[in-house]
């Protein structure tokens, strides 16, 4: 709308008029006046209008809310009015502390720079918030990359191949994750966690010293592999064996198994060669009462006397020695000893006494009805027989020895005593 003025009335001439604007409402045109704020004390201190319109504010003396308006915000000052307009709290104060010696940066003669950079505290206006008991808390979005330094961790990191330096270069403490489970291979160059067992003992391996990947494998029952032709002081001699020398002459083997510690331990002088040093020896318990019979199977003590000549049994050991006495008074063939399942007897000794009055030829059979193995002739009210120093062996297991006389008598008495073998 166009600028006019209007007319007003006053006692006496010359004629003021008010500045207007004239605008339209309804039908009719009506004025509407212009008016200027100023200050009340000084002439001609106006408030300015900006050419968008806006009332000009100088916020110097006030605190004022600020918005980056959805982009970069850029503050000069060093002290900064941080106001939560949302909930009215109180007022957090920001000061810039020089990470250098830690004191404050004064607005009027400090800045932050790359050698001396800043940092900052929250304060509600009375005092400086603790690190430790927080009294608010205000949610930060930072939408650029965000660069941390810390002294002590730059001093604790090294720029690879480079020097460190024996009490002065710091070291950072490191830890290890346990992890028994395989994941997902590594490739080249990749970074990854060291390993620790639940003991939190490091798992390591054991690789050479001039070539890379090249490490000790492990067998599946957790022993280490060796390669028993490329150390020194052992040569494999033929397949399956090792000869061992220690550096000091002895030499440990433990096996838990007994059957897997195969070991030919020999003297050390050989037979027929003039005695010297200590040859293996075996020892033997002497005894001047019989010991306390043990199990089938089990494990006994070698029996001596007490000036250690060793016990020595003839033929079978007495649990494995059989006997039986027979009469016979018909020339039919006539078992003298019963079979044993599986088991040789083997004839020692063969007693026939005759109490009749004929004289008769007694054949010995290794099995029934089987052939003659020897005769003995048995005169008329006599006794003959043999103890053998050597078995006479049973041709076949599981058979009984027979004796048959050559014509009936009176009474003819039969003992046979064999080993039981196999």
Request: proline share 3%.
């Amino acid at each position: 709308m166009a600028n006019s003025s209007i007319d007003i009335k006053e006692d006496a001439s010359p004629t003021k008029k008010l500045a207007s604007q004239t605008f339209t409402r309804g039908i009719d045109t009506v004025h509407q006046e212009e008016i200027t704020i100023g200050d009340g004390a000084t002439d001609g201190r106006v408030v300015a209008v900006t050419a968008a319109n806006a009332l000009k504010v100088d916020g110097s003396a006030v605190n004022q809310p600020v918005t980056d308006a959805g982009g970069a915000l850029t503050v000069d000052a060093i002290d900064l009015d941080i106001r939560n307009l949302a909930t009215g709290q109180d007022k957090v104060d920001a000061r810039l502390r020089n990470a250098a010696d830690s004191t404050f940066i004064e607005p009027a003669t400090d800045r932050a720079t790359a050698a001396a950079p800043a940092s900052a505290r929250l304060s509600d206006g009375a005092a400086f918030y603790k690190a430790t008991t927080p009294t608010d808390t205000q949610p930060v979005s930072i939408a650029a990359t965000v660069t941390v330094q810390d002294a002590n961790l730059d001093n604790a990191t090294l720029v690879d191949n480079a020097a460190f330096t024996d009490g002065t270069t710091r070291v950072a403490m490191g830890g290890y994750i346990f992890d028994e489970t395989a994941g997902v291979a590594l490739t080249e160059n990749d970074a990854a966690a060291a390993r620790v067992d639940s003991k939190r003992a490091q798992v390591a391996v054991l690789e050479d010293a001039t070539t890379r990947g090249q490490r000790q494998g492990v067998l599946v029952s957790g022993a280490a592999k060796v390669d028993v032709a490329s150390v020194a002081g052992t040569v494999p001699t033929t397949a399956g064996k090792l000869d061992v020398k220690g550096a000091d002459g002895d030499v440990f083997v433990r096996q838990a198994t007994a059957v897997n510690l195969n070991a030919q331990v020999v003297g050390e002088v050989a037979h027929d060669a003039a005695d010297s040093g200590n040859p293996q020896k075996i020892g033997a318990q002497a005894r001047q009462t019989n010991p306390t019979a043990v199990a089938d199977a089990d494990r006994v003590n070698i029996t001596a006397d007490d000036v250690g000549r060793q016990v020595v049994r003839v033929g079978q050991v007495r649990d494995l020695m059989a006997d039986a006495t027979t009469t016979i008074t018909t020339a039919t063939e006539t078992t003298i000893l019963a079979a044993v399942a599986s088991t040789f007897l083997d004839l020692v000794t063969l007693i026939i006494a005759n109490t009749s009055a004929t004289g008769v030829r007694v054949d010995i059979r290794d099995a029934t009805a089987g052939s003659v193995v020897l005769s003995l002739y048995c005169p008329a009210t006599q006794t003959v027989g043999f103890t053998l120093t050597r078995p006479k062996n049973q041709t076949t297991v599981n058979n009984n020895w027979t004796a048959q006389s050559s014509s009936a008598v009176t009474d003819l008495r039969v003992y046979i005593q064999a080993e039981k073998n196999v």
